[in-house]
């Protein structure tokens, strides 16, 4: 677990570096200094800290010490947010995917499962609705006869069908 949150939090460091190096290679190089100044103070880290990113800055040259200032630009960006809510959301995402695995399986599961069914009692289905449409003809069949027979008797005896 700690292992992964390390590897992840150095591999977003390295696209940071590579992001902030073109921007000032595009934008103008500003030195190390004046990249750091307007963060340094707001990510609340002990003054012991910047002297030691200091002294490490002192000892590049070249190349290397162009590079503190995206360095520093990205230790003071990931130290804005703690390592532990980091990890805590990274634990999370992995309930949550996990969570959603279980779901996804389950899910898949009963699909097979309804199928089944499904297959073993289509044919009976089959024949029920076949049954009911029978059922459905022959009612239908009595309504007309039942409403013929109605007609002829209203006629031959009308006094039998008058309001009460």
């Known amino acids: 677990g700690g292992d992964k949150d390390g590897v992840v939090a150095e591999s977003v460091g390295e696209s940071l570096v590579r992001l902030t190096s073109a921007m000032r290679i595009e934008g103008g190089a500003e030195s190390a200094e004046e990249q750091r100044t307007p963060l340094a103070g707001a990510t609340g880290r002990d003054q012991e800290e910047e002297e030691e990113e200091e002294e490490r800055g002192e ?36 309930n949550i995917m996990s969570n959603l695995q279980t779901a996804n399986k389950t899910v898949t599961d009963f699909n097979v499962f309804s199928e089944e069914k499904y297959a073993s009692i289509s044919p009976e289905l089959a024949k029920l609705a076949k049954h009911l449409k029978s059922i459905k003809n022959d009612l239908d069949y009595i309504y007309k006869k039942t409403s013929t027979i109605r007609l002829k008797l209203k006629g031959k005896y009308p006094q039998a069908f008058a309001p009460a």
């Open 59 to 94: 000892e590049r040259s070249g190349a290397a010490a162009a590079a503190v200032g995206p360095l520093t630009l990205i230790e003071d960006i990931s130290s804005l947010v703690p390592r532990n809510a980091i990890r805590d959301i990274g634990k999370l995402q992995q």
